[in-house]
């Protein structure tokens, strides 16, 4: 059974035109991570959510942005897709209450930009 | 900050064999939480191994055991009898604190031969 599950699986957009990634879990965990992983990279936090609590990346674009409209659901917006932004982006969620840490991945989203 | 270094970026193993995996990681934390994560080919990130630092005993899950070594600061994963279904990419990861972020190594290819 998917615990996080991530639509699309695959997305091709245009350069410059906006693009949103969803991320759905049934954990009821409380957070929420977006990463990018680009090409034999490790993968790279954008920002998390805290309940609603939004944590930005120093370094995250601001052509990034993501909204969380309830416990269940989390979304990435770019908002003005560059050629650089094609990547696997992959949502995770955790239970910050629990002290194991662990991260539950979804099976990503591969992102191509032409 | 901290960094997470793994030196090997790809590895190959007979069927049925052991192998081991490295990872070197810096902090200056004195608590925090490391694990090793499996990403097969078009699948899902999913969580292999996890170790408390403050445990000195080494974390094991059937075929899999690290080699836990804080003062020199290294976190290596052993795979016993590895199988087919071993082959993937394996990440290390460091994360300090409950609902925190994972900052990962760059990841090591795993083949399985038969």
Known sequence: DAMVIQNPRYQVTQFGKPVTLSCSQTLNHNVMYWYQQKSSQAPKLLFHYYDKDFNNEADTPDNFQSRRPNTSFCFLDIRSPGLGDAAMYLCATSDGGLAKNIQYFGAGTRLSVL | ?114
Do not use: H
């Open chain 2, 1 to 114: 900050a901290q960094t997470v270094t793994q030196s090997q970026p790809e590895m190959s193993v007979q069927e049925a064999e052991t192998v081991t995996l490295s990872c070197t990681y810096d902090t200056s934390e004195n608590n925090y939480y490391l694990f090793w994560y499996k990403q097969p080919p078009s699948r899902q990130m999913i969580l292999v191994i996890r170790q408390e630092a403050y445990k000195q005993q080494n974390a094991t899950e059937n075929r899999f055991s690290v080699n836990f070594q804080k003062a020199a600061k290294s976190f290596s994963l052993k795979i016993s009898d590895s199988q087919l279904g071993d082959t993937a990419m394996y990440f290390c990861a460091f994360t300090r604190s409950s609902g925190d972020k994972l900052t990962f190594g760059t990841g090591t290819r795993l083949a399985v031969r038969p």
